[in-house]
């Protein structure tokens, strides 16, 4: 499976959004050029964010983005979601009915293995990243970037922040 990269961004962002100050917001350039992406792809990820009600958006000249709700609240499930849709990853198209072997008329009383095994997999994937929340990201960065970089990463953040 392969998710989009908007995925990657939002989590990003998110985690960057956990670390703001009460109150403000950080725009949709700021999080590009911490980043290093294009603000018009960026703002599509934002907007899919905000109409999951993840974040919520003000404008003028210090609007931007903020998490909308605690980040011990958000888990990596929500914002995969947002981007992705909550749709399972397995599609199943009951392609055993085309078997030229089967008897007319057989008909199958449930899924298949193939997609029961598929579809507990995108659950136990599902389960896991619901069970990651925004602030044990917090936590886990806080103890494996350098101190200095987290600082700085911290400062330029707060420096930009409406």
């Known amino acids: 499976m392969i998710l989009k ?12 959004l956990a670390g703001l100050p009460e109150g403000r917001y950080l725009s949709t350039k700021a999080l590009a050029e911490f ?4 603000k018009e792809y960026l703002s599509k990820a934002l907007q899919s964010l ?6 919520e958006s003000t404008l003028g000249p210090s609007g931007g983005y903020r ?3 605690p980040a011990s609240e958000v888990s990596f499930l929500d914002v995969v979601e947002a981007v992705e849709g909550k749709e399972r990853s397995f599609v199943c198209s009951n392609i055993r009915a085309n078997n030229p072997c ?6 199958d009383t449930g899924p298949c293995a193939i997609a029961r095994i598929m579809w507990e997999a995108d659950a136990a994937w599902r389960a896991k990243l619901r069970g990651v929340s925004l602030a044990a990201l917090i ?3 806080e103890q494996e970037v350098p101190p200095a970089l987290w600082r700085s990463s911290g400062e330029w953040v707060k420096r930009r922040a409406g």
């Open 102 to 107: 089967r008897p007319e008329g057989f008909c």
């Open 50 to 55: 905000s109409q999951a009600k993840l974040v």
């Open 35 to 38: 980043h290093g992406l294009p």
């Open 67 to 69: 998490l909308a709700r």
């Open 5 to 16: 990269s908007q995925v990657e961004w939002a989590l990003h962002c998110c985690a960057v």
């Open 139 to 141: 936590q886990t960065l």
